[in-house]
């Protein structure tokens, strides 16, 4: 259990002074008021220093309709008030407005002076690196990427899926599965699946290293990245503690060639080989299975896809794998 030194702190979302709650951590704290936690607290924290040099809450915030926003996602403790200070759209993965920040339309290239994302490129799928490329693209030069995701001081980044292509989640008696279909068309099931805001919402795809994503950040063109690590009392943030999962921000250099948006990963030798244990982190790392169980999810991967099991070269394909197993 985690507890800061003080009872009172002003929330710097809402700007009400709050009693602390019994647990701090990057998921908790919570405003007595709005509900902020730590992770909202201190993303605006860095968002009020870059904009204004100086600690300021939300509501404080001077409004400039000529700034152009976008968030990934965002939580609407902070998005709500971002919308009505700023040029700013939250979109969204599964529902309008889209994006897909692994796929996006060239059109808005160089358009916005900020884009936030809080813990949503550990989702991503692989390769890693296109999501860090693309919001390079979408930012002006100098524009900010305000950015959180799970990390670690570990050496290696633990990729959970590094060879996934074609997936479908499907659920049995047992519980949820991922089936992946290799570019060789080959297959890979995988239970012992790890998930963020509860089973079947959104699947954890890797736990990032701090070097990695560091790595990452510069090779896909961003300058002056900075970890915001620090305990701020005032705003109730107590994190220093944590050890990871700190606020990153990181501008665009404009003068910068990104790497390129291939489907190899230029970062692979900061990834644990697959499978491989990293202390306590263990119990997030997926099984892959093999037997009647792997069997019956590779057909009801077909049979959703709309895929024939019954053509020899199906058929050859998912024996190969499970005699290999």
Same mark, same amino acid.
């Given at each position: 259990?985690?507890?800061?030194?003080? !009872?009172?702190?002003?929330?710097?979302?809402?700007g009400?002074?709050?009693?602390?709650?019994?647990?701090?951590?990057?998921?908790?704290?919570?405003?007595?008021?709005?509900?902020?936690?730590?992770?909202?607290?201190a993303?605006?924290?860095?968002?009020?220093?870059?904009?204004?040099g100086?600690?300021?809450?939300?509501?404080?915030?001077?409004?400039?309709?000529?700034?152009?926003?976008?968030?990934?996602?965002?939580?609407?403790?902070?998005?709500?008030?971002?919308?009505?200070?700023?040029?700013?759209?939250?979109?969204?993965?599964?529902?309008?407005?889209?994006?897909?920040?692994?796929?996006?339309?060239?059109?808005?290239?160089?358009?916005?002076?900020?884009?936030?994302?809080?813990?949503?490129?550990?989702?991503?799928?692989?390769?890693?690196?296109?999501?860090?490329?693309?919001?390079?693209?979408?930012?002006?030069?100098?524009?900010?990427?305000?950015?959180?995701?799970?990390?670690?001081?570990?050496?290696?980044?633990?990729?959970?899926?590094?060879?996934?292509?074609?997936?479908?989640?499907?659920?049995? !008696?047992?519980?949820?599965?991922?089936?992946?279909?290799?570019?060789?068309?080959?297959?890979?099931?995988?239970?012992?699946?790890?998930?963020?805001?509860?089973?079947?919402?959104?699947?954890?795809?890797?736990?990032?290293?701090?070097?990695?994503?560091?790595?990452?950040?510069?090779?896909?063109?961003?300058?002056?990245?900075k970890?915001?690590?620090?305990?701020?009392? !005032?705003?109730?943030?107590?994190?220093?503690?944590?050890?990871?999962?700190?606020?990153?921000?990181?501008?665009?250099?404009?003068?910068?060639?990104?790497?390129?948006?291939?489907q190899?990963?230029?970062?692979?030798?900061?990834?644990?080989?697959?499978?491989?244990?990293?202390?306590?982190?263990?119990?997030?790392?997926?099984?892959?299975?093999?037997?009647k169980?792997?069997?019956?999810?590779?057909?009801?991967?077909?049979?959703?896809?709309?895929?024939?099991?019954?053509?020899?070269?199906?058929?050859?394909?998912?024996?190969?794998?499970?005699?290999?197993?």
């Amino acid at each position: 259990m985690h507890q800061p030194g003080y !009872e009172q702190f002003t929330c710097n979302l809402c700007g009400s002074i709050s009693s602390v709650s019994q647990d701090f951590y990057r998921e908790g704290g919570a405003c007595s008021h709005c509900g902020s936690n730590v992770r909202f607290r201190a993303l605006m924290y860095a968002l009020s220093d870059h904009l204004y040099g100086k600690p300021l809450a939300l509501t404080d915030f001077i409004a400039n309709k000529d700034f152009k926003a976008m968030g990934l996602s965002d939580a609407k403790h902070y998005a709500v008030k971002l919308a009505e200070l700023f040029d700013y759209t939250n979109f969204f993965y599964h529902t309008e407005p889209f994006l897909d920040i692994c796929n996006i339309d060239n059109s808005a290239n160089n358009y916005y002076d900020l884009l936030v994302s809080s813990d949503v490129y550990e989702h991503v799928p692989p390769p890693r690196h296109i999501a860090f490329i693309n919001s390079w693209h979408l930012l002006k030069p100098d524009g900010v990427l305000l950015l959180t995701v799970p990390y670690t001081s570990l050496p290696k980044t633990i990729e959970h899926y590094p060879t996934l292509y074609q997936y479908k989640i499907v659920s049995d !008696e047992k519980g949820k599965l991922l089936v992946n279909r290799l570019r060789d068309l080959s297959f890979e099931v995988y239970d012992n699946l790890t998930w963020h805001g509860g089973e079947g919402s959104t699947l954890e795809m890797r736990i990032f290293c701090e070097s990695d994503l560091l790595k990452i950040l510069i090779d896909a063109g961003f300058k002056d990245v900075k970890i915001w690590n620090e305990d701020i009392p !005032e705003f109730g943030i107590f994190q220093a503690h944590q050890g990871g999962g700190f606020v990153i921000t990181a501008k665009k250099n404009g003068n910068a060639i990104p790497a390129p948006l291939t489907q190899h990963d230029p970062h692979l030798t900061n990834i644990y080989p697959q499978g491989e244990t990293a202390g306590h982190f263990s119990k997030h790392i997926p099984n892959r299975i093999s037997g009647k169980r792997a069997e019956r999810a590779i057909a009801k991967w077909a049979e959703e896809e709309g895929i024939t099991i019954n053509k020899p070269s199906f058929f050859s394909k998912v024996l190969n794998y499970l005699k290999g197993r």
